[in-house]
C-alpha cells in the first residue's frame, strides 16, 4: 500500500489533468495523451534530442566555468578578510540582478548565441557559489585550524587539507542550489535570446502554431532533466566523507 | 497496611527487531517506588536504562510487561508526570518565561504568572525571565528544564542522566539544588545515570542494572541522611559496594 | 574611537566601488565604444527615468506583482509544506509531482499562463507564484521533518492536542529552516519579475530594460535599469535577513554568520 501511493496520487493527478483538458472551451490545452505523442514526434523529428543538447551544452559550459573560478576566489576572500571586506559589497549588489537583466548588454557583447547564454549561466551561478564558498570559509571552526596550525600546516596547506574539507559539506549544497538555478537560467534564456533548446522548444511551439502539445512536452523535459540534475548532486551530499555535515 | 506503590513495574521486556535478528534490551524488570521516593537507576552506558524510563514515562511500548502509576496502567505520556532530557529538551524559541509556562496553557493568565515567577525562582534564575536559551549556561539551561517540568505540579518526575553533560562543579551543584528542590516539592522521582557518585549523593535507593539484555542486578538502599557527607565511611563504604555491583575493581 | 579595522570596514568597499567606477568609465573611453553607455550616462539615465516618472511607476509595478505572487506563495507554501512533513502519506503521494514539477523553470509557463490569463498582470503573478512556491513548500517541509523528536516529545509529555503541538512546537522549531527558505524564494521571486516582464507585460523594470533595448538602443536606460533592479533585491534581501536575526529563530543560525 505505501508502495503505491505515489503512483496512485500521479496517477490521479493525470486523471484530474486529462478530464479538464476535456472540459476546456479553447480545445487548446493538451492532455498527457496529447502531450505523449508530442514527445514521441519531437523525437522522431529528432528536435528532442537536438534540444537537450545544445542545453545541457549550455548550462555545462557555463556551470563549470563558474565553478572552477567561483570557488577558488570564494575561498581566498573567505581567508582574507580584508579581500572580502573590499569586495563583498561589491558582490551583494551584483547577485540580486536576475541574469536576465543582462540578456541585452549579454547580447551586445556576444551576440546571439550559444556564448550569449553560456554568459548568463555563468553569471547565475558564479555570484551565489562565490558567497557561498566566502561564508563555508568563514564557518569553518576555528578549532580546526588551530589543530591545523598546531601540526605546523603552511598557509597553503592549511587551504588544501584543512579549509577545503571543512568547508565541502556546505559547498556541495551551494553548488546544488546553484545548479538549479543554472536549469531555471537556460530555459528563460533560451526562451529570450537564442533560438535552439528547450527553452526556445517552448517559445517556438507556441509562436508558430499553438503547438501547446509540445510546449508541455518541453516542460516535462525540462522537468526531468532538472530532477536528474538535482538528484545527481543529492548523491555527492551522501557521500561518507561528506555526511557528517548535513547533521543526522 | 502499606499504601500502594506509586510506580510498579512489573515483568517487563522489551525487544527490538533490528535487521534479521531481535535484540533484547530489557529482560523481566520488576520494581516498585514509594509515593516521594528518589530511586537512581544505575547501569554502565547503553544498558537500556533510558529505554526503561521511556517506557515507563509513556513514550515506548513494552513488548511486555506492565508498568502501573498510581494502580492505573501507563497508556502513553501525561502531564502529571514529566520527562526531563538527558539531550537538554528546552525549547530554544522560547524565553525562561516561554519555557517554564510552556506546560501551563490551561490556566489564566493571573495564575500562570505567578506560577511562572514562582519555579523561576525556586530554581534561582530571577532575573533571567526574558533570556533565551542559547543565552544561558548549561546548568541554567537544565534548571529551566527542571522549572519547565514542576510548573505543570507533576507527582512523578523522569529524569534521564539530566546533569551528564555538564562540568562535574556545576553536577554537584546541581546535585545540591535538586535535594532543595525536592525538599520544597515532594515529588517521586525515577532518576536514570551512569554516575556511581552521584546515585550514592541523591538516591533514596540504588537499583544496579546488567548490561544486556538489561535486568535488575541488585537494589541497594541507601540509609544516609541528607545532607550526606561525601568522605564519610558509609558513604565510601556504599560507593564500594556499587563499584563492586557493576563489575569494576576497586582500584585502577 | 573607531577602531583600524572599523575604517577599513568603511574605506574598502568605498575604495572598490571607485575603483570598479574608475575602471568601468577608463574601459569605456579606451574602447571608443559608442553604444555601451559610461557611468555618468547611466546616473543621467537615472534621472531622466524619474524625471519622466516612470522610475516609480516600473518600479511600484515590479514590487506589486512580487508582492502578489509571492504572498499567494507565502500563504499556500508554508500550509502545505507542514502538512506533507506532518504527515508522511501525503509526503510520499506527492513528492514525484512536486520534485517533477520544481525543476521546471517558472519561466517555461509563461505560454500556459498566458493561455490561461491571457496578456495580463495574472500572467506574470503566476509566474512568480510558481517560483516562489515550490522552495517554499520544500523548505517548509524538511523544516517539519528535522525538527528533534525530543521536542515533540516533550510537548506531548505536557499533554499537548495535535493541533496545539503544530502551533507551539513544530512550528517555531520549523521556523528557522521555514524562514531560509523564505528568502531563497523571495530571491527567485525577484529574479522571475524581471524575466517576466521582458517577455509578457508592458511595465515594470524587466519591461524597461528590454524596451529600452529594442527602442533606440538606450544600453545607459538599459544598465541603469539593471542597478535599480540589483538596489531593490539587495534591499528585499537584508529585510528578509532581518527576520533571520529575530532573538525567537535566532537558535536556528548558530555557525551561520551569512
Same mark, same amino acid.
Given at each position: 500500500?505505501?508502495?503505491?501511493?505515489?503512483?496512485?496520487?500521479?496517477?490521479?493527478?493525470?486523471?484530474?489533468?486529462?478530464?479538464?483538458?476535456?472540459?476546456?472551451?479553447?480545445?487548446?490545452?493538451?492532455?498527457?495523451?496529447?502531450?505523449?505523442?508530442?514527445?514521441? =514526434?519531437?523525437?522522431?523529428?529528432?528536435?528532442?534530442?537536438?534540444?537537450?543538447?545544445?542545453?545541457?551544452?549550455?548550462?555545462?559550459?557555463?556551470?563549470?566555468?563558474?565553478?572552477?573560478?567561483?570557488?577558488?576566489?570564494?575561498?581566498?576572500?573567505?581567508?582574507?578578510?580584508?579581500? =572580502?571586506?573590499?569586495?563583498?559589497?561589491?558582490?551583494?549588489?551584483?547577485?540580486?540582478?536576475?541574469?536576465?537583466?543582462?540578456?541585452?548588454?549579454?547580447?551586445?557583447?556576444?551576440?546571439?548565441?550559444?556564448?550569449?547564454?553560456?554568459?548568463?549561466?555563468?553569471?547565475?551561478?558564479?555570484?551565489?557559489?562565490?558567497?557561498?564558498?566566502?561564508?563555508?570559509?568563514?564557518?569553518?571552526?576555528?578549532?580546526?585550524?588551530?589543530?591545523?596550525?598546531?601540526?605546523?600546516?603552511?598557509?597553503?596547506?592549511?587551504?588544501?587539507?584543512?579549509?577545503?574539507?571543512?568547508?565541502?559539506?556546505?559547498?556541495?549544497?551551494?553548488?546544488?542550489?546553484?545548479?538549479?538555478?543554472?536549469?531555471?537560467?537556460?530555459?528563460?534564456? =533560451?526562451?529570450?535570446?537564442?533560438?535552439?533548446?528547450?527553452?526556445?522548444?517552448?517559445?517556438?511551439?507556441?509562436?508558430?502554431?499553438?503547438?501547446?502539445?509540445?510546449?508541455?512536452?518541453?516542460?516535462?523535459?525540462?522537468?526531468?532533466?532538472?530532477?536528474?540534475?538535482?538528484?545527481?548532486?543529492?548523491?555527492?551530499?551522501?557521500?561518507?566523507?561528506?555526511?557528517?555535515?548535513?547533521?543526522? | 497496611?502499606?499504601?500502594?506503590?506509586?510506580?510498579?513495574?512489573?515483568?517487563?521486556?522489551?525487544?527490538?527487531?533490528?535487521?534479521?535478528? $531481535?535484540?533484547?534490551?530489557?529482560?523481566?524488570? %520488576?520494581?516498585?517506588?514509594?509515593?516521594?521516593?528518589?530511586?537512581?537507576?544505575?547501569?554502565?552506558?547503553?544498558?537500556?536504562?533510558?529505554?526503561?524510563?521511556?517506557?515507563?514515562?509513556?513514550?515506548?511500548? !513494552?513488548?511486555?510487561?506492565?508498568?502501573?502509576?498510581?494502580?492505573?496502567?501507563?497508556?502513553?505520556?501525561?502531564?502529571?508526570?514529566?520527562?526531563?532530557?538527558?539531550?537538554?529538551?528546552?525549547?530554544?524559541?522560547? *524565553?525562561?518565561?516561554?519555557?517554564?509556562?510552556?506546560?501551563?496553557?490551561?490556566?489564566?493568565?493571573?495564575?500562570?504568572?505567578?506560577?511562572? !515567577?514562582?519555579?523561576?525562582?525556586?530554581?534561582?534564575?530571577?532575573?533571567?525571565?526574558?533570556?533565551?536559551?542559547?543565552?544561558?549556561?548549561?546548568?541554567?539551561?537544565?534548571?529551566?528544564?527542571?522549572?519547565?517540568?514542576?510548573? $505543570?505540579?507533576? %507527582?512523578?518526575?523522569?529524569? %534521564?542522566?539530566?546533569?551528564?553533560?555538564?562540568?562535574?562543579?556545576?553536577?554537584?551543584?546541581?546535585?545540591?539544588?535538586?535535594?532543595?528542590?525536592?525538599? !520544597?516539592?515532594?515529588?517521586?522521582?525515577?532518576?536514570?545515570?551512569?554516575?556511581?557518585?552521584?546515585?550514592?549523593?541523591?538516591?533514596?535507593?540504588?537499583?544496579?542494572?546488567? *548490561?544486556?539484555?538489561?535486568?535488575?542486578?541488585?537494589?541497594?538502599?541507601?540509609?544516609?541522611?541528607?545532607?550526606?557527607?561525601?568522605?564519610?565511611?558509609?558513604?565510601?563504604?556504599?560507593?564500594?559496594?556499587?563499584?563492586?555491583?557493576?563489575?569494576? !575493581?576497586?582500584?585502577? | 574611537?573607531?577602531?583600524?579595522?572599523?575604517?577599513?570596514?568603511?574605506?574598502?568597499?568605498?575604495?572598490?566601488?571607485?575603483?570598479?567606477?574608475?575602471?568601468?568609465?577608463?574601459?569605456?573611453?579606451?574602447?571608443?565604444?559608442? #553604444?555601451?553607455?559610461?557611468?555618468?550616462?547611466?546616473?543621467?539615465?537615472?534621472?531622466?527615468?524619474?524625471?519622466?516618472?516612470?522610475? /516609480?511607476?516600473?518600479?511600484?509595478?515590479?514590487?506589486?506583482?512580487? +508582492?502578489?505572487?509571492?504572498?499567494?506563495?507565502?500563504?499556500?507554501?508554508?500550509?502545505?509544506?507542514? +502538512?506533507?512533513? /506532518?504527515?508522511?502519506?501525503?509526503?510520499?503521494?506527492?513528492?514525484?509531482?512536486?520534485?517533477?514539477?520544481?525543476?521546471?523553470?517558472?519561466?517555461?509557463?509563461?505560454?500556459?499562463?498566458?493561455? /490561461?490569463?491571457?496578456?495580463?498582470?495574472? +500572467?506574470?503573478?503566476?509566474?512568480?507564484?510558481?517560483?516562489?512556491?515550490?522552495?517554499?513548500?520544500?523548505?517548509?517541509?524538511?523544516?517539519?521533518?528535522?525538527?528533534?523528536?525530543?521536542?515533540?516529545?516533550?510537548?506531548?509529555?505536557?499533554?499537548?492536542?495535535?493541533?496545539?503541538?503544530?502551533?507551539?512546537?513544530?512550528?517555531?522549531?520549523?521556523?528557522?529552516?521555514?524562514?531560509?527558505?523564505?528568502?531563497?524564494?523571495?530571491?527567485?521571486?525577484?529574479?522571475?519579475?524581471?524575466?517576466?516582464?521582458?517577455?509578457?507585460?508592458?511595465?515594470?523594470?524587466?519591461?524597461?530594460?528590454?524596451?529600452?533595448?529594442?527602442?533606440?538602443?538606450?544600453?545607459?536606460?538599459?544598465?541603469?535599469?539593471?542597478?535599480?533592479?540589483?538596489?531593490?533585491?539587495? #534591499?528585499?534581501?537584508?529585510?528578509?535577513?532581518?527576520?533571520?536575526?529575530?532573538?525567537?529563530?535566532? /537558535?536556528?543560525?548558530?555557525?551561520?554568520?551569512?
Amino acid at each position: 500500500m505505501k508502495r503505491l501511493l505515489p503512483f496512485s496520487a500521479t496517477a490521479a493527478l493525470l486523471i484530474v489533468w486529462f478530464l479538464a483538458a476535456h472540459r476546456q472551451v479553447s480545445g487548446l490545452f493538451p492532455d498527457p495523451l496529447q502531450v505523449l505523442k508530442g514527445l514521441l =514526434e519531437l523525437l522522431r523529428r529528432g528536435l528532442l534530442a537536438k534540444y537537450v543538447v545544445a542545453s545541457l551544452f549550455r548550462v555545462t559550459w557555463g556551470y563549470s566555468l563558474a565553478v572552477v573560478t567561483a570557488i577558488p576566489l570564494g575561498l581566498l576572500l573567505g581567508w582574507y578578510k580584508r579581500g =572580502e571586506r573590499a569586495l563583498n559589497p561589491l558582490l551583494q549588489l551584483l547577485r540580486p540582478i536576475s541574469p536576465l537583466a543582462w540578456i541585452p548588454i549579454s547580447i551586445l557583447w556576444f551576440g546571439v548565441g550559444d556564448v550569449a547564454a553560456i554568459f548568463l549561466i555563468f553569471l547565475a551561478s558564479f555570484l551565489p557559489l562565490t558567497a557561498a564558498a566566502m561564508n563555508a570559509v568563514r564557518n569553518v571552526p576555528p578549532t580546526l585550524l588551530r589543530a591545523g596550525r598546531n601540526f605546523g600546516l603552511s598557509n597553503p596547506r592549511l587551504l588544501v587539507d584543512v579549509i577545503l574539507p571543512a568547508a565541502l559539506p556546505q559547498l556541495i549544497v551551494a553548488l546544488r542550489i546553484s545548479l538549479g538555478v543554472a536549469w531555471l537560467v537556460v530555459v528563460a534564456a =533560451e526562451m529570450i535570446a537564442v533560438n535552439s533548446g528547450l527553452g526556445f522548444l517552448i517559445v517556438d511551439a507556441r509562436n508558430a502554431g499553438n503547438r501547446y502539445d509540445l510546449v508541455v512536452a518541453g516542460m516535462v523535459m525540462i522537468g526531468l532533466i532538472g530532477l536528474v540534475l538535482d538528484l545527481g548532486m543529492q548523491q555527492l551530499e551522501k557521500m561518507k566523507a561528506l555526511k557528517w555535515g548535513y547533521g543526522s | 497496611m502499606t499504601p500502594p506503590p506509586k510506580v510498579s513495574i512489573r515483568g517487563l521486556s522489551m525487544r527490538f527487531p533490528t535487521d534479521g535478528s $531481535v535484540i533484547e534490551v530489557l529482560s523481566s524488570i %520488576d520494581l516498585e517506588v514509594k509515593d516521594g521516593e528518589l530511586v537512581c537507576i544505575l547501569g554502565p552506558s547503553g544498558c537500556g536504562k533510558s529505554t526503561l524510563l521511556n517506557i515507563v514515562g509513556g513514550f515506548l511500548k !513494552a513488548t511486555s510487561g506492565a508498568v502501573l502509576i498510581d494502580e492505573q496502567e501507563v497508556a502513553g505520556p501525561d502531564p502529571r508526570r514529566i520527562f526531563v532530557f538527558q539531550e537538554r529538551g528546552v525549547f530554544p524559541w522560547l *524565553t525562561v518565561e516561554g519555557n517554564v509556562g510552556f506546560g501551563l496553557f490551561r490556566l489564566g493568565a493571573a495564575e500562570r504568572a505567578e506560577r511562572i !515567577a514562582y519555579y523561576v525562582k525556586l530554581v534561582g534564575l530571577s532575573g533571567f525571565e526574558n533570556a533565551y536559551p542559547q543565552e544561558l549556561s548549561g546548568g541554567m539551561k537544565q534548571r529551566l528544564e527542571v522549572a519547565r517540568a514542576l510548573a $505543570v505540579n507533576p %507527582d512523578v518526575l523522569f529524569l %534521564d542522566e539530566p546533569f551528564g553533560a555538564l562540568d562535574s562543579i556545576t553536577r554537584l551543584v546541581m546535585r545540591s539544588e535538586l535535594l532543595r528542590i525536592r525538599r !520544597a516539592e515532594k515529588k517521586t522521582i525515577l532518576f536514570v545515570t551512569h554516575d556511581i557518585d552521584e546515585s550514592v549523593q541523591l538516591a533514596d535507593r540504588v537499583v544496579v542494572m546488567s *548490561t544486556r539484555p538489561a535486568t535488575i542486578r541488585r537494589i541497594v538502599e541507601i540509609d544516609m541522611s541528607h545532607p550526606r557527607d561525601l568522605s564519610s565511611p558509609r558513604y565510601i563504604a556504599l560507593r564500594d559496594l556499587l563499584l563492586g555491583e557493576i563489575g569494576l !575493581a576497586h582500584k585502577i | 574611537m573607531p577602531t583600524r579595522s572599523d575604517v577599513e570596514r568603511v574605506l574598502l568597499p568605498l575604495g572598490t566601488a571607485a575603483l570598479a567606477i574608475v575602471a568601468w568609465s577608463l574601459a569605456v573611453r579606451l574602447t571608443h565604444t559608442t #553604444v555601451f553607455p559610461s557611468p555618468l550616462k547611466v546616473a543621467a539615465g537615472l534621472r531622466e527615468l524619474a524625471a519622466r516618472g516612470v522610475l /516609480w511607476r516600473y518600479t511600484g509595478d515590479s514590487l506589486r506583482r512580487v +508582492a502578489t505572487g509571492y504572498s499567494l506563495a507565502l500563504v499556500l507554501g508554508v500550509p502545505a509544506g507542514l +502538512a506533507l512533513g /506532518w504527515i508522511p502519506a501525503l509526503a510520499s503521494a506527492f513528492n514525484p509531482v512536486i520534485q517533477m514539477a520544481r525543476p521546471i523553470s517558472p519561466l517555461a509557463w509563461m505560454p500556459l499562463a498566458i493561455l /490561461w490569463f491571457g496578456v495580463s498582470e495574472a +500572467a506574470p503573478d503566476l509566474l512568480i507564484f510558481l517560483g516562489a512556491f515550490f522552495p517554499i513548500v520544500v523548505a517548509s517541509m524538511n523544516g517539519v521533518r528535522s525538527v528533534p523528536a525530543m521536542y515533540l516529545q516533550a510537548g506531548r509529555n505536557f499533554g499537548l492536542s495535535t493541533p496545539r503541538l503544530l502551533a507551539r512546537v513544530v512550528f517555531p522549531a520549523a521556523l528557522p529552516q521555514i524562514l531560509v527558505g523564505l528568502r531563497i524564494a523571495l530571491g527567485i521571486a525577484w529574479l522571475v519579475v524581471v524575466a517576466a516582464e521582458m517577455i509578457a507585460v508592458d511595465s515594470g523594470l524587466g519591461y524597461l530594460i528590454i524596451d529600452s533595448r529594442n527602442a533606440g538602443k538606450r544600453y545607459d536606460l538599459v544598465v541603469a535599469g539593471m542597478l535599480l533592479i540589483g538596489a531593490i533585491g539587495l #534591499v528585499l534581501d537584508v529585510v528578509a535577513r532581518r527576520l533571520e536575526r529575530l532573538r525567537s529563530v535566532r /537558535w536556528g543560525f548558530q555557525g551561520e554568520t551569512a
